[in-house]
């Protein structure tokens, strides 16, 4: 389902846990990592299409999240003609996306990459909620910057902590100081993997229906 601009709607997801970590899963048989995110349905509100999102990539039910904030208006980015099948091109522009800040109220072990037969990720950890942007492929930077600076005023207990990790990067319409913090502190949970320096590897389905870019 398309806008008439060629846009997707679409459902980001930022997953925080009780200190305030983010979930940060490692796509199925690729070296990027990125946030849960999926396409809305027609008929679907942006928040029912979250719902259902979350339990299709990490298993979640609405039982196990509170729903802390969201982003007010669509955010957009465009994919590149490289990363779109032939017969896509020149109607498919691109994603536009509600972002959803969510608090986990369950477990880990709540979690489970394998709750669908077309599972997203394969691996995932706990990051600092300042993710490093050159992890993510450089068409979504902007709007990850985006997301998370308008999403970070809603920190749960207030602890709000920046790291910019990509030289140059400023916060979007930043209206307040966050505390800088240095190093990153990685908590596997059971079964979840490391890599240090996720390398970015992407394809796009024509429709965009199965493997979001």
Partial sequence: MLDREGFRPNVGIVLLN????????????THSWQFPQGGIDRGETPEQAMIREL???????????????R?????RYE???????RDARGFYKGQKQIWFLL???????????????????DAWRWNDYWVPLDAVVEFKRGVYEIALT???RYLPRNELRSRFLRQGVR????????????????????????EPNPETSYGL?????????
């Fill in 18 to 29: 009780q200190k305030n970590q983010v979930f940060w899963g490692k796509r199925i048989r």
């Fill in 171 to 194: 916060p979007h319409e930043q209206e307040m100081t966050f505390e800088a913090i240095p190093g990153t502190n990685f908590e596997l949970p059971p079964g979840g993997s490391f």
């Fill in 55 to 69: 339990h299709e990539e990490v298993g979640l039910l609405r039982e196990h999240i509170r729903i802390v904030a």
């Fill in 79 to 85: 994919v590149p003609d490289r990363y779109i099948r």
């Fill in 150 to 152: 308008e999403l970070a």
């Fill in 205 to 213: 389905d024509a429709s965009g229906k199965t493997h979001e870019i």
């Fill in 103 to 121: 608090q986990l109220v369950g477990h880990d072990w709540d979690l489970n990459l394998r709750a669908t037969d077309h599972p997203e990720f």
């Fill in 71 to 75: 982003t007010r208006d669509w955010l």
